[in-house]
């Protein structure tokens, strides 16, 4: 079945870096979702991407749909505390999601 | 305000036991989701709804059971048959759109299940 590649999966990183992470498949997809998920909640829409090259901002969040549809990533500019949590990605074909293994992010104040 | 109602936040099941996961919505929407949670792990789709009276089995249905008699409600159950059912479970909504689009997904806020 379709798999994602989701890296890294873990972040530490100062108050006030930049952030990026990624997903990889070796198949395509024709919707590219990113998600946050606080501990102990279900997981939130941050942004979703429709088509091959799109870059789409959501504040402080900006994500690409990769050209090749094969894969996506997203940046978060100067973090702050609040950003702690998992970010997961998840593509879309037929009408099915298949999500990545999340990546953890903590943020050092 | 709108959204999905998850019961309870924490469950405990004992050898042997079904127990059932409530999901209510008050969206208004047609389909409906659950998905299983592992630490370090993706999302994975148990059962889902597109509509009432009908479900389908998502990629990992052995030992799970749902029910969709109302489009508000979606319960699903874990019976025995489920040998390792320790997990963080997601209920899940969308509204279906012509053939298939489901991305706008709206997540409830989960249930811990853990076994005694």
């Known amino acids: 079945g379709q798999q994602l590649n989701q890296s890294p999966q873990s972040m530490f990183i100062q108050e006030g870096e930049d952030v990026s992470m990624n997903c990889t498949s070796s198949?395509?997809?024709?919707?590219w979702l990113w998600y946050k998920q606080d501990p102990g909640e279900g997981p939130v829409l941050l942004i979703a991407?429709?088509?091959?090259?799109e870059l789409t901002s959501n504040g402080r969040l900006t994500a690409q749909f990769g050209i090749t549809r094969k894969d996506s990533f997203l940046n978060i500019s100067a973090s702050i505390p609040s950003d702690v949590g998992i970010y997961f990605c998840?593509?879309?074909?037929?009408?099915?999601?298949?999500f990545g293994a999340g990546t953890i992010l903590r943020v050092k104040s | 305000d709108g959204g999905i109602t998850q019961s309870p936040k924490y469950l405990f099941r004992k050898e042997g036991q079904n127990v059932t996961l409530s999901c209510e919505q008050n969206l208004n929407h047609d389909a409906m989701y659950w998905y299983r949670q592992d630490p370090g792990q993706g999302l994975r789709l148990i059962y889902y709804s597109q509509i009432v009276n009908d479900f389908q089995k998502g990629d990992i249905a052995e030992g799970y059971s749902v029910s969709r008699e109302k489009k508000e409600s979606f319960p699903l159950t874990v019976t025995s048959a489920q040998k390792n059912p320790t997990a963080f479970y997601l209920c899940?909504?969308?509204?279906?759109?012509?053939?298939?689009?489901?991305?706008?997904?709206?997540f409830g806020s989960g249930t811990q299940l853990s076994v005694l």
């Open positions: 991407l429709y088509k091959a090259g």
């Open positions: 198949s395509i997809f024709n919707t």
């Open positions: 899940a909504s969308s509204m279906e759109q012509g053939k298939s689009t489901n991305e706008k997904l709206f």
């Open positions: 998840a593509g879309q074909y037929g009408n099915k999601l298949v």
